[in-house]
C-alpha cells in the first residue's frame, strides 16, 4: 500500500514537470511582452504628410515583418514605480518598436464627432480638452486620429508607387518611401492614442503654428488632461521625427505632467532611448 502511494506520488510529479515543461516550450513568449527588434532605419518622418496623401497605386511592398514585435494589450497597471511599456497608456510605438497589425486592429475606438477616431478610453480628457480650449476662444480641430495598419500599408505603397512613377527602382522607391511616411507599425496613429490637432485660423501642419495663441495654451496646458507634445523640437534625434507641434499623444496625467515639467520625451520617460 505505502508502495502504491509513493508510486502514484512520484508519478503526479512527473504529470505535473512535463505539463510545465511542454507550456514553456510551446510558448516561447512567457517571461517577455516585447521584443527589442528593430526595423530599418526611419528618418525624419512626418507622420503627418501621411494623411494628406491620398494618391491611388498598388505595389507588392511588404513593409513589416510580422515577427518584430509584440505588445501585451492587456491594459493593466503595473505596480511598482518604474513606468511600463506595456502599461496601455505607454505603449511606445516607433521604428524601433513597431505595433503588430493584430494587435493594431483589436484597438476598440471611438469616432469624433468629425468622424475621425480614438481609442475610447481618450474620448472624455480628449474633449474635455478641447472644451475648455473653446472656452478661452480658441477653437482646435482635430484632424488625425487612430489609423488601421491596412491604411498605414496604403499609404505607404502609394507613396512607393509614387517614387516608381519618376523612375526609380522598386528598392529605391521603397527606402525613399520610408523618409516620409511611417512603416506600417510604426505610426504612432496606430495607437488609437495619438491626435494631430490645429487651430481654425491655422491649419498648416509646419512650425507657423507656434505663434498662435491656441497652440501656446495647448502647449501649456496639455498635460492636465494627460497629454504631451509627443515631438519636441530639441528630441528628434531621440524620436526620430521633427519636431510636431499639431502631434499630442495620451499617457495619463501623471506621465504627462513628468514628461512636460521635465521637458523629456515619452522614451526618455520609459527608459528607451
Ligand atoms: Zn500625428
Redesign the pocket.
Known amino acids: 500500500m505505502k508502495n502504491k502511494v509513493q508510486f502514484m506520488l512520484c508519478e503526479l510529479i512527473m504529470v505535473v514537470f512535463f505539463v510545465m515543461l511542454s507550456a514553456v516550450v510551446l510558448n516561447p513568449s512567457i517571461g517577455h511582452t516585447l521584443t527589442d527588434e528593430p526595423i530599418d532605419k526611419l528618418p525624419m518622418n512626418n ?2 504628410s501621411v ?1 494628406s496623401d491620398s494618391t491611388s497605386g498598388t505595389t507588392s511592398v511588404s513593409p513589416q515583418d510580422s515577427s518584430t514585435s509584440e505588445i501585451d494589450s492587456s491594459g493593466a497597471s503595473q505596480t511598482g514605480d518604474s513606468p511600463n511599456i506595456s502599461d496601455w497608456n505607454l505603449i511606445l510605438a516607433n521604428d524601433k518598436h513597431p505595433l503588430e497589425a493584430e494587435f493594431i486592429d483589436s484597438i476598440q475606438t471611438k469616432k469624433l464627432p468629425n468622424g475621425l477616431s480614438v481609442d475610447e478610453r481618450i474620448y472624455e480628457p480628449l474633449n474635455k480638452m478641447l472644451d475648455d480650449a473653446e472656452k478661452q476662444g480658441y477653437h482646435l480641430i482635430v484632424c ?1 486620429g487612430y489609423r488601421s495598419y491596412d491604411k498605414q500599408v496604403e499609404l505607404f505603397n502609394n507613396r512607393v508607387q509614387r517614387y516608381r512613377d519618376v523612375g526609380y527602382t522598386q528598392e529605391e522607391a521603397y527606402e525613399k518611401g520610408k523618409t516620409s511616411v511611417a512603416l506600417p507599425g510604426a505610426s ?2 496606430h495607437t488609437g492614442l ?3 490637432i490645429v487651430c481654425s485660423s491655422y491649419q498648416n501642419l509646419d512650425d507657423g503654428m507656434m505663434s498662435r495663441p491656441e497652440i501656446k495654451w495647448l502647449y501649456a496646458n496639455c498635460q492636465k488632461y494627460g497629454f504631451i507634445v ?1 515631438y519636441p523640437s530639441d528630441k528628434s534625434d531621440i524620436t526620430g521625427i521633427i519636431h ?1 507641434p ?2 499630442y499623444r495620451y499617457v495619463g496625467v501623471e506621465a504627462a505632467t513628468e514628461i512636460m515639467d521635465k521637458d523629456i520625451c515619452l522614451e526618455e520617460y520609459l527608459g528607451m532611448t
Open positions: 507622420s503627418a494623411s488625425s504612432e496613429h495619438a491626435v494631430d509627443r510636431e499639431w502631434h
